[in-house]
């Protein structure tokens, strides 16, 4: 069962879109359940001034990506790199059993993006998922 907030974030998600002329681009998947998130960010002094993101997942990885969003807007870099799964999933109010997983997609993201922007390339943080079965209720935002 999905608590208040994360229904929330699912039915309205935060800072949907793409940056074309981004200065760092992350993008992850798992592969367990064929979610995959992808995260442009625009950095202005070392901070974080602008971020959008385009998921094709479940709910929890929408939701999770949404409220990732809202947390790294205004951070600088290195808060931003931060924010761990268990970060976001604190943010929204916790994650049913099984879908706790979802977190990692935004956490990754985020990582992958602001490593883009730092070394100009790529580099995985390497979290692992879960093998839990993939959602039904997958769409895209
Ligand atoms: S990210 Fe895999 S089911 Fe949500």
């Given at each position: ?22 200065d ?16 442009w ?15 094709q ?16 807007l ?10 761990s799964?268990?970060?976001i ?22 990582y992958e993006?602001i ?8 580099a ?9 079965s ?8």
């Amino acid at each position: 069962m999905y608590g208040e907030k994360i229904i929330q974030h699912f039915l309205n998600p935060q800072n949907v879109g793409e940056i074309p002329d981004a200065d760092g681009v992350g993008v992850v998947g798992d592969p367990s359940c064929g979610d995959y998130l992808k995260v442009w960010i625009k950095v202005e002094d070392n901070r974080i001034t602008k971020i959008k993101f385009k998921c094709q997942g479940c709910p929890a990885a929408i939701a999770t990506s949404s409220v990732m969003t809202e947390m790294a807007l205004g951070k600088d870099l290195n808060e931003a790199a931060e924010i761990s799964a268990e970060m976001i999933e604190e943010a929204l109010g916790g994650l049913p059993e099984g879908k706790r997983h979802c977190s990692n997609l935004g956490a990754d993201a985020l990582y992958e993006a602001i490593i883009s922007h730092v070394f100009g390339g790529s580099a995985r943080r390497g979290s692992e998922t879960s093998n839990s079965s993939p959602d039904e209720n997958h769409r895209q935002a």
